[in-house]
């Protein structure tokens, strides 16, 4: 499957909020780096982050844009509350070995009505 292909995928997984599902597409050593988080690493612990996202937030994922180069998808995304981000995901034999998110996180929380951390 092309990159281009998969994260079409991933995006109408992501969108029915299934962790184990959405684990599957991760190699299992695999790095999940959203910019204003620590790096979540290992097919486990994304699952594991995927579940305490999808229960604290009904999220939707619209595609933007996808652009593919080589071994990279480039998602450029937005959601029904005007929030957009972009990820990059590095794809090796048909899973994600590697993704980074850019979004503003401060934006979503208060979309979601979300507690905001205190510095």
């Known amino acids: 499957m092309k ?13 029915a909020a299934s962790a184990d599902a959405m684990a599957e597409f991760y190699h299992d050593d695999a790095i999940n780096h959203q910019v204003n988080q620590d790096p ?3 097919k486990k612990a994304i699952r594991q982050k995927f579940e305490e996202e999808f229960a604290t937030a009904d999220m939707v994922c ?4 996808i652009f593919e180069d ?10 029904p509350l005007g929030l ?13 070995k590697f993704q980074r998110g850019y979004w503003d996180m401060l934006s979503f929380l208060r979309q979601h009505n979300l507690p905001i951390p205190q510095k």
Do not use: M, Y
């Open 84 to 96: 957009r981000g972009c990820g990059f995901f590095h794809i090796v034999e048909g899973k994600i």
């Open 3 to 15: 990159p281009r292909d998969l994260i079409k995928e991933w995006v109408k997984t992501f969108n």
């Open 40 to 42: 979540t690493i290992g």
């Open 70 to 79: 080589n071994e990279w998808a480039i998602l450029e995304w937005k959601d």
């Open 62 to 65: 619209i595609i933007e844009n």
